[in-house]
């Protein structure tokens, strides 16, 4: 019974199956068989069984399913579980369990399981036993649909190619061909441009600029802007432009399904949405094989199949015939293992024909290697067993009447053997036979088509040639610009030819090696304002003017270094003066000169050591030396050591003091009524010691009015601290006081500033004057006497000031060009215009007959100057001897008179009724009103002319 239980097997598959001349489809066998050897008739099945009958047949056992043995015996019983047996009519084929015509069914097209398949926009058709395909309303340009409409590869026709355009991607529109530019180009004259830069089309398409001038950010100019370099014309940024990257002419080249891109002068590519940049190239992750689902990650092909890339996973799609069974691509039709569907196994003595199992090939098949093929079209027996047929990239092989070919994918061509596409191949570019030739110093291309070239890096296509736009004399710049005899290229520029050892620069020949203007290179200039140059052997030299020297060690900025005054390299670099002779002069360490403040009672004035001696009046403790005895000679400020200058100026008896510390740091002592010790602590008391302004670490020069005190900050601003009255401390507001500095809104350039009795004012580093607070008499200069400036308010015709110092009821201010100018209140002449008029100067005037001012000083009712050389002038109220010249008390100068003695001032303060000046010398001389010793001469009586302080600490 062994051929039963094969049989068994076989049946429980559904299969035919053939036993002693009898046919019996979709039964099963069982040991219910009837007897098969007695011929004798087998009795009527049960219907719900499908017992049969056939005459001559041997008796079988009742509705079990007796089987005739005979070819003769008719089937007596019937049920709808009872398979017919399957006969194909003629021209039909039997393909499993159906009966197709493989002459036109794309399913089984010339064979069985053989489906047709027809590219994007097709519709399979068999005819004949052959696939093919029609494309209804779209073109059938070779294997492929195309619509002629949008498709640049066939625009209007098959094999109509747009060709690519250099930073653009070429493009079809209803039959014709133009281009899509990439960002920041637009389509001019057939070419993708920059509007921005293209000199022939600047702005808008074919606007050309005229010869000499250039396109700068899409307008004709006569030279490109500052960051932009020219190039043919053209003002570019090389750091991001992608036509001049890096340098003029260095063109990057756009890839399919992107833009070219340049980025801190280096090319490099933008892609598309939905495109990724690859080394370069620009691939959709999502389908493209060879970088699915990320760089390089390439799907594999199997055997008689092809990799693809769907949803940035890889797949396999099986060859037409194939089928895909686990990772494989099988022939259902002759493999035994796969047999009419996967893993369906034949037994090992069976073969694989036409997907059915049988004992032997059937249908003209071969037996090849235990398979049953069609020699006459099996790729892998193609004439005769085992003689396969090579497999090409990107197609199939296939078999045709017993000889090899190949079936390539969509859009390839056939050329030898081997799958091209002809469209881009540049060795087949257009047809098999057209190999594209590279250009020089690049390498040949093929797109749409159509043969063409890229350029190497640094390079630009003109023509067929890739030529260097930097160098080329035959396209300097851009591609035809040539130069005229004689000339050479560089840097994109046509430019004399210079003779050996010599360069052109800017249309001169020079010898770089020895030229102080182009040292070692073009427009290197040999550079030192404070010496002479020369240039050897490319490189400058240099030597120095008395006063000058080199202390950087370079080169390139000659004698940087002033050694005559100053204090951090006086006479020699590195030569530090010490703090007892803090100044330079003439490359000498000498004492510093000192400067004064005056006030109602009492003066102050800074020492080369550091401190501050003060005198006069102390009824408040303003001398800050810890008490509230008056003193005629000067006495030490407590703990001052580091001092810069002093600032004292009232108007009462109830005054206080401040100096400023070379830290940056101020301090002030004395009566704080209105909060002006700037320390936070209020506005009761007197303190007779110094106290820290608070929040005040940067200030660079003070200045004490009545009541108010203000600072200039290193970076440009102004605080001031004290009584709010009149607005004088500028911020805006009128009522109480502020023991902190504020800060005046609206100034950032500030280089000095003045408190007077009721305003302030300040220089600007522009030359301009700025005033704020009482406009009483015209003293802030801006034309009114109305109402307070709460805010600063700019002074008329005053552009070039050097020095303002504001009085009690008038203001002055000493230009760069030594003349000075006044404004305010002019009782007792105290402008100093000569125009003896009383009454309110509400904008600046002359003061008469000084040419050669320095610094200026506005008191109560005089004003007094330094001049160049030395000399002091004063001008206005007399009585007191307040103007120092040994003259009359009476009455008034209109105009500067000459103080005497004094010759070597350096700096000058006018107080009440009394003013002194600091000599180069480091001494201190007063004169005018003399009460509470004031005068510093150890008397009590007024001076007509200027008298020595004595006792001054160093």
Known sequence: MAWLERHRKKLSRGRTVVVAGAVCFGCSLTNDLGDLSSGSAGASGDAATGGTAGAGGGAGSAGTGGVVDSGTGAAAGSDSGTDAPLVCEQGETRCGDECVTVASDVGHCGGCNAACTAPPGGTSVCVAGRCDFVCGSLLRCGEVCVDGDVDPTSCGGCGNVCTGVEFGDPECTSGSCSARCDAGFDFCDGRCVDLQGDPDHCGVCDNACSTGRVCALGMCADSCPAGL????????????????????????????????????????????????????????????PAHCGGCGNTCDPPAQGTASCVGAECTNTCNAGFARCADRCVNLNSNPSHCGGCDQ???????????????????????????????????????????????????????????????????????????????????????????????????????????????????????????????????????????????????????????????????????????????????????????????????CLFSCSAGWASCDADATNGCEQDVGSDPS???????????????????????????????????????????????????????GNGTTTESHVPVAVVGFTDSVQPATKTYDAWASSCGLHASGQASCWGHREHGQLGDGSGNGGNTPTKKTVVNLADAVQLSAGDDHVCAVRRTGSVACWGDKGHGRLGNGTTSGYSDVPLTVPGITSAI???????????????????????????????????????????????????????????????????????????????????????????????????????????????????????????????SDGRVGNGGSTSGTSPTPVAVSILTDAVSVDAGDRHTCAATLGSAVFCWGHGTDGKLGDGATSSRTEPVQVVMLPP
Do not use: K, Y
């Open 229 to 288: 370099v020219a190039c043919s014309g053209a003002c570019v940024d090389p750091s991001v432009s992608p036509l001049h990257c890096g340098g003029c002419g260095v063109r990057c080249t756009s890839p399919p399904n992107g833009a070219a891109a340049c980025v801190a002068g280096t090319c490099g590519v933008t892609c598309d949405t939905g495109f990724t940049d690859c080394a370069g190239a620009c691939v959709d992750e999502n389908v493209d």
């Open 569 to 623: 390299h006086c006479g020699a670099c590195g030569n530090v003066c010490p703090p007892s002779a803090s100044e330079c002069r003439d490359g000498n360490c000498v004492p510093a000169p000192i400067t004064v403040s005056t006030a109602f009672f009492h003066t102050c004035a800074s020492r080369p050591s550091g401190a501050i001696a003060c005198w006069g009046r102390n009824l408040v403790g303003q001398l």
């Open 752 to 878: 000095q500033v003045s408190a007077g009795d009721r305003h302030t004012c300040v220089v600007l580093a522009t030359g301009g004057v700025l005033g704020w607070g009482d406009r009483g008499r015209g003293r802030v200069g801006d034309g009114s006497t109305s109402s307070n400036a709460l805010v600063p308010v700019a002074v008329p015709g005053i552009a070039n000031a050097a020095q303002v110092s504001a009085g009690r009821e008038h203001t002055c201010v000493v230009l760069l060009d030594g003349t000075a100018r006044c404004w305010g209140n002019n009782d007792d002449d105290r402008i100093g215009d000569g125009s003896s008029t009383s009454g309110d100067q509400l904008t600046p005037a002359v003061v008469s007959g000084l040419t050669d001012a320095v610094q200026i000083a506005a008191g109560a009712q005089h004003t007094c100057a330094v001049r160049q050389g030395g000399g002091v002038v004063c001008w206005g109220r007399r």
């Open 345 to 539: 196994a034949c037994d090992t003595t069976e073969l694989c024909s036409q997907a059915q199992c049988n004992a032997a090939c059937t249908g003209g098949l071969t037996a090849c290697s235990g398979f049953c093929v069609d020699t006459t079209s099996d790729p892998d027996h193609c004439g005769g067993c085992d003689v396969g047929c090579a497999q090409p990239t990107n197609g199939m092989a296939v078999c045709a009447t017993g000889t090899c070919g190949i079936a390539c994918n969509g859009g390839l061509t056939d050329c030898g053997g081997a799958c091209v596409d002809t469209a881009n191949d540049p060795s087949s570019c257009g047809s098999c036979t057209t190999v594209c030739s590279p250009p020089s110093n690049g390498t040949a291309t093929c797109t749409g088509g159509m043969c063409g070239g890229a350029c190497g890096p640094g390079f630009s296509l003109c023509g067929t040639d890739c030529v260097d736009l930097q160098t080329s004399v035959a396209h300097c710049g851009s591609c035809g610009m040539g130069c005229t005899g004689g000339e050479v290229c560089s840097n994109s520029q046509c430019t004399l030819a210079c003779g050996a050892g010599e360069q052109n620069c800017g249309g001169s020949c020079v010898d770089t090696q020895s030229d102080t203007s182009h040292c070692g290179a073009c427009g290197n200039p040999c550079t030192n304002p404070n010496g002479s140059t020369s240039c050897s052997g490319g490189a």
